[in-house]
T-cell receptor, first 112, second 114 residues
């Protein structure tokens, strides 16, 4: 069974604050991903990582940044939150080779 | 570039009726295809996948999908739905040369009514 965790599940924060969304997986997967999901829209890949110290920007431009210091941990940071960052953020991981991605439960972010 | 089109944004059906959720993709290279389900306030869960071999793929919860290369389609079917199947369903494509990145459709909300 896939074990991938995201905290917090819900976050309401004011404009200008710095936030970090946490994502951890206990499966030892090399690949990890961050998606942004708005209601009625497809998931958009904003960051991905193929392993420790490897991070790449995804297909959708994002002001967020990520780091991958440990295999199991892939946090996403917004230095200065804005209302346009209001969205759901989903973290996922996968093993090497073609195959499915395992998703966390998501963080619903609201910036006021 | 590739894209995924889910032709219906919402599909309402009655319990025990059959359902088909449609998915078309555009890609000039070989692809791998996936269907995911998302229940309210949860992440996505894999229903089934097509990587190669038989074009009819069976997944969890009684769902199946058929890969049709000539029509570039990967429609999801279930012969008899339950109330618990109410959820958002996403079709996704991974190109063979995309370095493991998925492209998702916009999703189809399946609502099963009693």
């Amino acid at each position: 069974e896939a074990d991938i965790y995201q905290t917090p599940r819900y976050l309401v924060i004011g404009t200008g604050k710095k936030i970090t969304l946490e994502c951890s997986q206990t499966m030892g997967h090399d690949k990890m991903y961050w998606y942004q999901q708005d209601p009625g829209m497809e998931l958009h890949l904003i960051h991905y990582s193929y392993g420790v110290n490897s991070t790449e920007k995804g297909d959708l431009s994002s002001e967020s940044t990520v780091s991958r210091i440990r295999t199991e941990h892939f946090p996403l940071t917004l230095e200065s939150a804005r209302p346009s960052h209001t969205s759901q953020y989903l973290c996922a991981s996968s093993v090497a080779g073609v195959g499915e991605q395992y998703f966390g439960p998501g963080t619903r972010l609201t910036v006021t | 570039a590739q894209s995924v089109t889910q032709l219906d944004s919402q599909v309402p059906v009655f319990e025990e009726a059959p359902v088909e959720l449609r998915c078309n993709y555009s890609s000039s290279v070989s692809v791998y295809l996936f269907w995911y389900v998302q229940y309210p306030n949860q992440g996505l869960q894999l229903l089934l996948k097509y990587l190669s071999g038989s074009t009819l793929v069976k997944g969890i919860n009684g769902f199946e999908a058929e890969f049709n290369k000539s029509q570039t389609s990967f429609h999801l079917r279930k012969p008899s739905v339950h109330i618990s199947d109410t959820a958002e369903y996403f079709c996704a494509v991974e190109r063979g040369c995309s370095n493991y990145k998925l492209t998702f459709g916009k999703g189809t909300l399946l609502t099963v009514n009693p």
